[in-house]
């Protein structure tokens, strides 16, 4: 599976961005997608993620509220909505794909990345 993310830039605190991962290579459905960011000097951290169950969805606490993922497997894109963004959300954001229902919120619960997109937000 390949996966190419892409809409990072440079928003101020307050806007908004969405963030979209196309996946290529397999099936797309047989896998479950998930967002992780890196900021900067830190260890990547998990941000949202679909569960294996249709429907089911997970947030990290410090962007509940403000994050929305969704899918269009016609497109076998999945999106990052973010919204009321904070100076503490500028990161490098992944996408990522997982093959087990389980760990959805780690790094090593992923089988796939992709290359990153960045996100600044100016004060």
């Known amino acids: 599976v390949q996966l190419q993310a892409s809409g990072g830039g440079l928003v101020q605190a307050g806007g908004s961005l969405r963030l979209s991962c196309v996946a290529s290579?397999?099936?797309?459905?047989?896998?479950?997608m998930g967002w992780f960011r890196q900021p900067p000097g830190k260890e990547r951290e998990f941000v949202a993620a679909?569960?294996?169950?249709?429907?089911?969805?997970y947030y990290a606490d410090s962007v509940k509220g403000r994050v929305t993922i969704s899918n269009d497997n016609a497109k076998n894109t999945v999106y990052l909505q973010m919204d009321s963004l904070k100076a503490e959300d500028a990161a490098v954001y992944y996408c990522a794909a997982r093959m087990r229902p389980h760990n959805y919120d780690i790094v090593r619960g992923y089988d796939y990345w992709g290359q990153g997109t960045l996100v600044t937000v100016s004060s």
């Open positions: 290579g397999r099936t797309f459905s047989n896998y479950r």
């Open positions: 679909f569960g294996w169950s249709s429907g089911t969805t």
